[in-house]
Every structure is written in C-alpha cells, then in structure tokens.
C-alpha cells in the first residue's frame, strides 16, 4: 500500500470548515484513498472513501486531485464533536486487505 | 448498525498469564482485525482473518496468536504477557466485498504488571 503523509496537527474554529490535507505520491491507480477518524477513547470511524473522483456523504466531502497524489478531506461545518485524529489510508481493494494507518493529523475544534 | 464489541474496557494481568481478548460481530463479516495501538506508534494489525479457521499474520504477530472457530467471533490470546503489552488492542470488521470501510470495537486497555 501507498504511504501517505499528514500535518501532525491542525486547529480549526467551530462552525468553518476544516481541510485536512493529504500526500500520496505513490498512489498506484488500483488504490482508493479512505478517511477514518478517531476520537479520544474510541476506537476509528469510517469517514469517506474515493478512487479517482470527488465524494460526499452525511459527514463529510473528499477531493481527489486529477493526478490522484494528493487528496483533501473537508469537514463543512466542525463542530467541538470533530475534534480528533484524522488518519488518511490508501488501499488496494481487496476482500481480506488489511488497513495500514500512519500518524495522522490531530484536529481540535475550537470555540 | 454493524456492532464490534470488545469483551473488556479495561483488563490488568500479570506477567507470564495468560490472555484472551474476545472479539464479536454481529453482520456476518467475513474480515476480522485486530490490531494495537500506543503513542506515537499509530495503529500496527496483529493478526487478521478472512475466514472462519484462517488466520493472516499482521505486521507485529509476535507474542500473539488468535483463534477463529466462529464467523461472528475472533479472539487474540497472549500466551504469555509481558509488560511489553500493555497497550491498547483494537479489533475490527468488515464485508469482504468491501465498500464501506472497516467497523471498529471500542477498544481493550490492557495493563500488564
């Protein structure tokens, strides 16, 4: 799997949107780019997944740059609930394929 | 709603006991994960599983072994604890035509003393 690279932190004002950059350079064209999410004692939660082209759900919009290097996780509207460590993941998808977190970027929300 | 539950939120054993963390599913995943998780280091897989009775190793398998006799449930054993191990151990699912991502447990604080 592609390695990815994340800014260790971030701060973001509640009620803006915060933008969670990601690199992955290496991206080979089978591999999707997954968000997942952690918050403080809680184990990680599925975000939002794309392979080439934007994507939006209920919790947040992923963009996907035409060369698939970098992508960008948006959270529209961060509220003190988002504060947490964002992990960016590419993957092949395979049935069994195992996830391969890094740091991660630890976001806090701010009043 | 997929639930991943983790038989303990918190679990203190000794040196050289042994130990079994107990992992249930309840929406027919064929994967299974388990991984640990310590400051600093991320989230590393121990071990995983694709199918009842199979078993993968992850990238830290050492000192760990698991036991999948049921589709629904996916134990991780310690054979003998070592302090090493205290750590926070995370199990996860999720289908195996996978779209959706992965389903995580809240999570197991074990404490070797």
């Known amino acids: 799997d592609a390695k990815t690279t994340q800014p260790p932190s971030m701060d973001c004002a509640e009620g803006r949107a915060a933008n969670l950059p990601c690199n992955h350079s290496t991206i080979s064209g089978n591999e999707y780019v997954y968000w997942y999410r952690q918050i403080h004692s809680q184990g990680p939660q599925y975000i939002i997944h794309g392979l080439k082209n934007n994507e939006t759900n209920e919790m947040a919009s992923l963009i996907i740059t035409e060369d698939r290097k970098s992508s960008t996780l948006i959270l529209p509207h961060a509220t003190l609930r988002d504060t947490a460590v964002y992990y960016c993941i590419v993957r092949v998808e395979a049935a069994g394929n195992k996830l391969t977190f890094g740091g991660g970027t630890r976001v806090l929300v701010k009043p | 709603d997929v639930k991943v539950t983790q038989s303990s939120r918190y679990l203190v054993k000794r040196t050289g006991e042994k130990v079994f963390l107990e992992c249930v599913q309840d929406?027919?995943?064929?994967?299974m994960f388990w991984y640990r998780q310590d400051p600093g280091l991320g989230l590393r897989l121990i071990y995983f599983?694709?199918?009842?009775?199979?078993?993968e190793k992850g990238d830290i398998p050492e000192g760990y072994s698991v036991s999948r006799e049921k589709k629904e449930r996916f134990s991780l054993i310690l054979e003998s604890a070592s302090t090493n191990q205290t750590s926070m151990y995370l199990c996860?699912?999720?289908?195996?035509?996978?779209?959706?991502?992965?389903?995580f447990g809240s999570g197991t604080r074990l404490t070797v003393v």
């Open positions: 996860a699912s999720s289908l195996s035509q996978f779209l959706y991502g992965y389903t």
């Open positions: 599983s694709y199918d009842v009775k199979m078993k």
């Open positions: 929406m027919d995943h064929e994967n």
